[in-house]
C-alpha cells in the first residue's frame, strides 16, 4: 500500500492558482490563440520561476553566491570542479586527497614564513 503524502502547507490559494494554471495550460495546449499561449507563458510561467528564485535566493546562507549561482546557471554558464587526482613533490606520487590537501597546506604556511623573513 502506498503512502499519500500530506502537505499541510498547501494552502486553497495555492490549491485555487494550481487549478487555474492547468486550465490554462489546457486551453493554451488545444488553442490557436496567440494571446493567450503569450499571457500563459509569458506571465504565469515567469511569475512560478520568479518566486522559485526568490524563495531560493531567501533561504541561502551566502545570498550573493547564490544569485551568481542562478545567474550562471540562467546563462547556461557551468562551473567546473576537477579533483586532483596526483600529485608529484620531488619525485614523490601523493594519491590521497588528504596528502595532497596537506602537501598544499605545507607548500602555502612555508611561503607565508618566508615572506615574513
Known amino acids: ?13 495555492i490549491k485555487t492558482s494550481c487549478k487555474h494554471k492547468r486550465e490554462l495550460f ?20 515567469k511569475e512560478a520561476k520568479t518566486m522559485t528564485l526568490n524563495k531560493r535566493i531567501s533561504k541561502s546562507n551566502n545570498k550573493t553566491k547564490t544569485t551568481w549561482n542562478i545567474i550562471n546557471e540562467l546563462l547556461g554558464k557551468q562551473q567546473f570542479m576537477l579533483d586532483i587526482q596526483r600529485l608529484t613533490i620531488e619525485g614523490t606520487y601523493l594519491t590521497s586527497q588528504h596528502d595532497i590537501a596537506d602537501a598544499f597546506n ?12
Open 26 to 45: 489546457l486551453l493554451t495546449r488545444n488553442s490557436n490563440n496567440l494571446a493567450l499561449k503569450h499571457y500563459y507563458i509569458g506571465n504565469v510561467i
Open 106 to 117: 605545507k607548500y602555502f604556511s612555508t611561503m607565508i614564513d618566508k615572506k615574513k623573513q
Open 1 to 13: 500500500m502506498s503512502q499519500l503524502k500530506i502537505n499541510n502547507w498547501i494552502t486553497l490559494g
